[in-house]
């Protein structure tokens, strides 16, 4: 794929989550100059429609403020502290808006959007939805895989006509049949499963469908040698440089 990182591919999970507050532009920031060639995120939609990159439904791990995200205005959400709760270096960070992200990707760098389930399960109007996203998006130039453990969503994704690279999530406990047919029925572009438990056998599988696979959440060195060595393309980490000083990296 022209202009796709080659593999290994280390993808910094919520920006560079180990040493920075996850889905802000600090953490953003580090792991592009870390040499990150891609960043995951997480979004979900404020009351008034904006896309905002934050993990959980609720503000309270991340932020000092309280409730859902989809419960409140931008204006609000842009009040909060973002980096506090991490450390008192990062008082005063912002919840970021998406645009905010893709104006700081370098050249060359690529952006996973994960658009979370409980975002589309509570979207009033999916197709508005998915047109924002994707404006915001075209700066990008397609350098974007879009991601979800909606698979809903994904099939409305796949029906646009400029889709994105599409990443199929699945959790531990989906089986690799269905989702093998669902993502082959979708021309997807990746399989992101969860790394525990995750065969040899069923890597081969999935890639002989011609999909990439990149599993989540990959932090200890002996466990990401043995999943390269199962044949995967990269995975997501906290850790940015996890690979850093190995050969070819
Ligand atoms: O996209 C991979 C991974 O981020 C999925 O899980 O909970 O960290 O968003 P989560
Ligand atoms: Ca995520």
Redesign the pocket.
Known sequence: MKDFPASPLV?A??GYRMRFPENTLPAFDAAWNAGARMV?L?VQWSRDGRIMVH?DTSLERCSNGKGMVREHNAYFLRQLDAGSWFSRAFAGTVIPFLEEVVAGVPEGGWL?V?V?PEAVSEAKNMSRMLASLMAICAPLKGRIVV?S?HHGFLKQLARLPHAPFI?V?SSRWQKEEALLAFATELKAFAW?PDHRGLEKTVVRRMKEAGLRV?P??VNDQDRAAALLAMGVDGF?SDDAEILKGRDGY
Request: aromatic share 22%; charged share 30%.
């Open positions: 993808i999970h919520r995951e997480d993990h996973n994960e979370k991601s453990f990443g999530l992101h990149y989540y959440t997501f």
